[in-house]
């Protein structure tokens, strides 16, 4: 897969994003290291209270040029402040989640202090641009899908609620 259709892709699913209202920025290759660039964005009205995470959406960089997949990843900061949090609560919540959760896994970084969602796909490499660009739409959909249920539980524990 090409690191300048990865590029491209990357900057569209930014501009489908502002399209959408959500505020977007594209982060290029040389500035962001990594693989085509990097989308970041602001994602509100999750769960019931509307609450908002900051997702990154990117490639892995490839492990060499004949690699038969990429893997596009969507990582999704619930919160980057544990210091209220219950930790023991928040780890059996996490566990829970990640038991039944169909894809991806929930994420306690403690040297971070942060609690993340993560969703990687891997895709073929040799693949058609539009039906590369479909996937991402769909790993992005997905992460928020899987993510949106949880948050509202997940942020009382975080906030000692």
Known sequence: MEVKMKGMLLERLTDDLKSDLIAAE????????????????????????SGS????????PDPDEDAEV???????????????ADMETLNKAVSRLNHTSPAGVFYVDYDGGRLLYKLGVPLPAEIKE????????IVVGNALSILDPSLDELMGIIEGV
């Open 70 to 84: 990429a893997y596009f990843i969507c990582a999704m900061l619930i919160s980057d402040d544990l210091e209220n």
């Open 130 to 137: 539009e039906d590369l660009y479909e996937e991402m739409n």
């Open 53 to 60: 995470v900051f997702g990154e959406m990117f490639f892995m």
């Open 26 to 49: 594209y982060t290029s290759e040389e500035e962001s290291g990594l693989t085509g660039g990097l989308v970041s964005a602001m994602f509100d009205s999750l769960g019931m209270s």
